[in-house]
């Protein structure tokens, strides 16, 4: 009997730093593909569409959200209260939904001048965003805040990790009266004015691609065979960020003893399992919706769609299903159980999109290190 692959091992412990450089790899390199026969899949078509119909308007939600929370800040800066507190977790929870569903798409924009990594720096190394917050704190009215200040410091005090420790890591009274409340309410103010321009940057880029039809077949690749090829690598790298780094390391094996509830995405506000489910949203929408990878897949592939469909559906209930705090449960042998069923599901729908998808489709990756041991 063969020795059981790691990759499907539902409890196994990934390596951090492996698992995030497999992430980088299959976002950043260029995947080669070819025709499965000599007419080949109209891969110019179907990548304007799948830029139009997916892509572009995901980041059109990115920029209204960022624009509405940017605008929540300054003036909570301006005159804070108690009343705007809530206003303003609830337009970081915005912003930070609209990344989730934005994610997946690092080809283009988003891979160019660390732009996902300013928007939002995880995993995170050796606690460097408290540091960060700290030096931050330590400066004195808008000093080091400016619009190219901020756009050009660490990529770890750029986006949502430092949002959400101000904002759910700290006593909420400190953003409203202490030595350092005005500085902090400058600080959200202009991380979101940061957030923002990152993301006007991102579809304007999108946008402006798309609108010529010669760079919208090719989705920044040299032509479109691999352009599709990345943007199909893109889609199952997104579903091992979700089962490798957002459940396995949390989870950290079969026992409660060994969890690490605190490497969960975002545990401070409690968004670990959402953001998981609109990963997971996002990359069925990819697949399935109009202008998704299905409709490369030839008609006698209709039961792999409905294997597909059926695939990603349990994947998301299992999200909604493992309790409402990630953190809470890896950390309590009774309350493990979902969060282990959802990872056998995530597993199920990578095996589906890894093995059966790419050979009906059309496209043959050629750089497939996906798993972080690189198996």
């Known amino acids: 009997m063969s020795k059981p692959s790691k990759r499907n091992n539902p409890l196994i412990t990934v390596n951090r730093r492996e698992a995030l450089a497999a992430m980088i790899a299959a976002g950043m390199v260029p995947a080669m593909a070819r025709p499965a026969h000599a007419a080949g899949p109209d891969f110019a078509t179907f990548n304007a569409a799948f830029g139009h119909k997916i892509v572009l308007p995901a980041f059109d939600r990115l920029v209204s959200?960022?624009?509405?929370?940017?605008?929540?800040?300054s003036s909570f800066a301006a005159k804070a209260d108690a009343a705007g507190i809530e206003p303003l977790k609830a337009g970081f929870n915005d912003v930070a939904d609209a990344?989730?569903?934005v994610q997946q798409f690092r080809i283009g924009a988003l891979a160019q001048e660390q732009r996902a990594e300013r928007f939002a720096?995880?995993?995170?190394?050796?606690?460097?965003?408290e540091k960060q917050i700290n030096a931050l704190l330590g400066g004195h009215g808008q000093e080091g805040l400016a619009p190219k200040e901020l756009a050009g410091a660490s990529v770890a005090v750029q986006g949502l990790p430092v949002l959400e420790r101000i904002l759910y890591g700290h006593e909420v009274k400190d953003l409203l009266a202490g030595e350092k409340s005005e500085r902090r309410?400058?600080?959200?103010?202009?991380?979101a004015a940061n957030l923002h321009a990152i993301a006007v940057e991102a579809q304007g880029i999108w946008a402006k691609?798309?609108?010529?039809?010669a760079t919208a077949a090719n989705i920044f690749a040299a032509n479109p065979a691999e352009g599709t090829a990345q943007a199909y690598t893109n889609l199952l790298t997104i579903t091992q960020i979700v089962a490798e780094q957002k459940i396995g390391v949390p989870l950290g094996g079969a026992d409660a003893a060994n969890a690490k509830p605190k490497a969960a995405e975002q545990w401070r506000s409690g968004r670990s399992?959402?953001?998981?489910?609109?990963?997971?949203?996002?990359?069925?929408?990819s697949v399935l919706a109009d202008g998704g990878f299905a409709n490369l897949l030839p008609a006698d592939k209709a039961a792999l769609k409905e294997q597909l469909a059926k695939a990603f559906d349990d994947s998301i209930d299992a999200a909604r299903a493992a309790g409402p705090d990630l953190?809470?449960?890896?950390?309590h042998?009774?309350?493990?159980?979902?969060?282990?069923?959802?990872?056998?599901?995530?597993?199920h729908l990578r095996d589906l999109l890894r093995q059966q998808v790419p050979p009906a489709i059309g496209v043959t990756l050629g750089f497939n290190e996906l798993d972080g041991d690189g198996s």
């Open 209 to 213: 691609n798309l609108n010529d039809p």
């Open 185 to 191: 309410r400058a600080i959200v103010s202009s991380i």
């Open 333 to 347: 042998q009774d309350l493990r159980k979902p969060v282990t069923a959802l990872l056998v599901k995530v597993n």
């Open 273 to 285: 399992l959402r953001n998981i489910a609109l990963n997971l949203e996002t990359a069925k929408t």
């Open 327 to 331: 953190a809470e449960a890896v950390a």
């Open 121 to 129: 720096y995880w995993p995170e190394r050796r606690n460097i965003v």
């Open 65 to 73: 959200a960022t624009a509405s929370f940017a605008k929540t800040a």
């Open 99 to 101: 990344w989730a569903s």
